[in-house]
């Protein structure tokens, strides 16, 4: 859960839930006034006059023959501070990953995946929607960057513990430097069930990758070979609130100093060759 207060970005963990479908149209198609966790966080950012980034809310996709659920989207809701939903974004990239003799992961065996972008104006600058895994695929935040005017970047997120370890500071700064935005990650921290630990480690980070806040999460250091490894516990920060200042003329700045956005064009423009 990630919410903008008086110019400032909070970020806690991120949320999980099941809503119903309901009769709507726009950014509030399928969401139905009278589920409770929609109500319940669009009741606080109105009484707390705050924007609220809510990820990933689950909203009906697929019903089977009975009526009852066959796949879900995995929604990130934008309320306002006066608690109207500005903007949906159903995550695109779903996580199927097999690992032999560990994990399966099949995300889309009960989520279907979105088709659009989004983007949304805010009281701190335009915010690009994204959720979790879709922050390994940077082609997707170059266009909520260079098609539709993104200066914030969000994904929240539920990464395992083995690859928070490994991915996650360095994909989240390596997305704000390529893209010269702000990136905000609220992050799950914890055990889920008996068979999911996520990493936590909240982040902000500035356009020129420096990490702002990080609201802590599973303790790891480094093996022998120089891979990362889990410690036990968690750090004694989680879960927390952390906030950090917004300023568009950094990321003017870092855009003016290098103009990444033209250079990248030399490069689209280019012919594909091979030896």
């Known amino acids: 859960l990630t919410s903008i207060v008086n110019g400032e970005q909070v970020s806690s963990e991120t949320i999980e839930a099941s809503t119903t479908s309901g009769q709507a149209s726009g950014d509030t198609r399928g969401l139905n006034d009278g589920v409770f966790l929609m109500d319940g966080l669009r009741t ?38 006066n608690g109207n939903i500005r903007c949906r974004y159903d995550k695109i990239h779903l996580f199927d990953i097999s690992i032999p003799g560990k994990r399966d ?27 979790c895994y879709d922050m390994r695929f940077p082609e997707m935040y170059t266009r909520l960057v260079e098609d539709m005017g993104a200066q914030i970047l969000l994904a929240p997120s539920a990464f395992t513990t083995p690859t928070g370890m ?18 905000l990650a609220a992050a799950q921290v914890g055990q889920s069930n008996a ?57 003017e700045s870092v855009r003016t100093n290098m103009p990444i956005t033209m250079h990248r064009k030399a490069a689209a423009d280019a012919e594909a060759s091979s030896d």
């Open 166 to 183: 490994a991915h996650w500071h360095t994909l989240l700064r390596a997305r704000a430097i390529e893209s010269q935005c702000y990136m």
């Open 195 to 251: 068979r999911r630990q996520s990493f936590g480690h909240a982040l902000a980070v500035d356009p020129w990758g420096r990490v702002l806040a990080d609201a802590g999460g599973y303790r790891y250091g480094d093996d022998v070979h120089g891979e990362s490894t889990l410690e036990d516990g968690v750090a004694d920060n989680t879960p927390c609130i952390v906030t950090c200042e917004i300023d568009l003329g950094l990321v």
């Open 105 to 131: 992961y099949h995300e889309s065996a009960t989520t279907a995946p979105g088709n659009r972008l989004a983007v949304c104006d805010s009281p701190v600058g335009k915010l690009g929607i994204s959720t």
């Open 44 to 81: 606080i950012a109105r009484e707390a006059s705050i924007w609220i980034s809510a990820g990933g809310v689950h909203i009906v996709a697929e019903t089977n023959d009975d009526g009852s659920t066959k796949r879900v989207h995995n929604a990130h809701i934008i309320i306002d501070d």
